[in-house]
């Protein structure tokens, strides 16, 4: 399988409970390296730019509000068939449905509120591995 790089967001609710280290300690058991990490407090603007492909859905102004209620940790993760990977270990969107194990059963709140978001495509973490980092910023 080849190696692909998938963007990571350890989500507000995440960050505000302080499990930045226990998500960062699955992910790289799961075999993925973490080769860009920066924690950052998106505007709301940001936030709108990064989910404007759900933007005519009815949850985008809770989303875009609590995607900027507090920091989030951005991250470039990297193996092989990383997107997959890092899927599989999230769990579904909604964390009632995620099986044991997975990082949504384990820490998530809510569908909303389910504290990490993983590029669902190769070309997807292309483009939002480009909204928080530079090529220089991704050190293998
Ligand atoms: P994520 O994988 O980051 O992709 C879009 C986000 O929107 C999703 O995780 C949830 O945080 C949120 N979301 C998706 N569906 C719903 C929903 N039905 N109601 C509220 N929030 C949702």
């Known amino acids: 399988m080849a190696i692909e790089q998938t963007l ?4 507000p609710d995440a960050t505000r409970r302080g499990l930045t280290g226990a998500i960062n300690a699955r992910i790289e058991a799961a075999g993925l390296a973490i080769v860009a990490q920066r924690r950052v407090r998106l505007t709301v603007a940001q936030a709108e730019g990064f989910y404007a492909v759900h933007r005519e859905r009815g949850f985008f102004a809770d989303l875009v509000a609590y995607m900027a209620s507090g920091p989030v940790v951005a991250q470039v993760l990297e193996g092989e068939g990383a997107v997959a990977r890092y899927r599989e ?10 099986p ?18 993983g590029s669902d495509s190769v070309a997807n973490a292309a483009t939002e591995i480009a909204c928080f980092f530079s090529r220089l910023d991704i050190v293998g």
């Open 89 to 98: 270990l999230m769990g579904p969107t909604d964390p009632a449905k995620a």
């Open 100 to 117: 044991s194990g997975t990082l949504r059963a384990e820490f998530a709140l809510g569908l909303q509120e389910n504290s990490v978001h």
């Open 8 to 11: 990571s967001l350890i989500k």
